[in-house]
């Protein structure tokens, strides 16, 4: 194995996060589907359409109203995605493939997409 080849080994077994990001965005932000956008460049209070992995769902209520709860990140950024009065959702999970189209928020400084609509992606 050369020097080179084996610092470019070496170099994503220290990063595999980088590795990750770089795979979500080739997958998803580098798509060229019409009207998606990525999620670093979508405008805030604007009908998008996102496409990326789920990364965590979790059930975290809101004022006493269940919500269910999920970070999207296409390799270019990271959304919380929020649906309310929903405990669960069949098919939601970390690491599925989905697409969601709604308006983004911003709630305590953190980007929120609240009851989106969604298709998950096989």
């Known amino acids: 194995m050369t020097k ?4 470019r080994t070496i170099s994503n077994w220290a990063n595999p996060g980088d ?8 997958e998803y932000a580098g798509s060229s589907r019409a009207g998606h956008v990525s999620i670093a460049e979508a405008p ?12 965590t769902v979790t059930l975290r ?13 296409d390799g270019t950024g990271v ?5 309310l009065g929903r405990r669960r959702i069949a098919g939601i999970e ?4 989905i697409e ?14 609240y009851n989106p609509r969604y298709e998950l992606i096989p």
């Open 100 to 113: 969601v189209e709604g308006r983004i928020g911003n709630h305590d400084g953190v980007r929120v997409l």
């Open 4 to 7: 080179s080849k084996l610092r």
């Open 44 to 55: 805030d209070r604007e009908r998008v359409k996102l496409r990326g992995a789920l990364r």
């Open 19 to 26: 590795m990750e990001e770089h795979h979500l965005r080739k």
């Open 94 to 97: 970390p690491g599925r493939s």
């Open 79 to 83: 959304i919380t995605v929020v649906w």
């Open 61 to 73: 209520p809101r004022a006493g109203i269940p919500a269910l709860e999920a970070e999207l990140n």
